[in-house]
């Protein structure tokens, strides 16, 4: 994916409560990892996110789980973008452990599609999000 280009990164840490009876992070808690970091690129490009009935939406998300995480540990994620459609863009994510910056522990992806909620239709990209995705 050579075409696809960082537009976040997010730090945070990793929780006790994030793993589980295996002593590990949680497969679930990965998504949680690349929902928050998409949370803080929507609110920094849209601000409220949803406006006048309008909002995004996530149609697929995947995780290609690589090596462990374990607490305690400050983790760093990475969010890229590939070129926007009409009304949806795909998202790539890169988890690795701050320390440890070479090593990618995950790796993720979901389709943000903008919809009418009131319709449940897609509609056009805000314009604000598309001159991000374009000035990069």
Known sequence: MSDKILIHTSTMKI???DMDAFGHVNNTVYFRYMEQTRIEWLETAVGGMVEDGLGPVIVNAQCTFRRQLKYPADIEIRMYALQPGRSS??????????DEPEIIYAEGGAKIVWVNFKEEKSVPLPDSIRQILTDL
């Open 15 to 17: 929780r006790w409560g």
């Open 89 to 98: 863009v795909e998202t790539t994510y890169e988890i690795r452990r701050v």
